[in-house]
């Protein structure tokens, strides 16, 4: 059994800053790529950056230059710094990873989603 369990979303004023992350944990032999995913009320999930686990990063063009996607392989955490954030930003995110388990099965990963909300 794999799980992802995100924390640190909440409410922030437009400019501020939050640090997602987002933890592995359970029967895991190998995490391709993470990723973090937003999805804002009555639109469509969206990719919002990715890392692979050489740490090659790719990024929504939204969010370039101001969101950095980091993960730690030593303890299966991805992280999202995000900073000069906009009402805009406003979503549930969402964690999710490409997971090979100790039974060798690799498939896709989300987490439960955690909420960020950016006032004006």
């Known amino acids: 059994q794999v799980q992802l369990v995100e924390s640190g979303g909440g409410l922030v004023q437009a400019g501020g800053s939050l640090r997602l992350s987002c933890a592995a944990s359970g029967s895991i032999s190998t995490i391709y790529n993470m990723n973090w995913y937003r999805q804002a009320p009555g639109k469509q999930r969206e990719l919002v950056a990715a890392?692979?686990?050489?740490?090659?990063?790719n990024y929504a063009d939204s969010v370039k230059g101001r969101f950095t996607i980091s993960r730690d392989n030593t303890k299966n955490t991805v992280h999202l710094q995000m900073t000069s954030l906009r009402p805009e930003d406003t979503a549930v995110y969402y964690c999710?990873?490409?997971?090979?388990?100790?039974?060798?099965?690799?498939?896709?990963?989300w987490g439960q989603g955690t909420q960020v909300t950016v006032s004006s």
């Open positions: 890392i692979t686990n050489g740490g090659s990063t």
């Open positions: 999710n990873a490409d997971i090979r388990s100790k039974t060798l099965r690799r498939l896709d990963y």
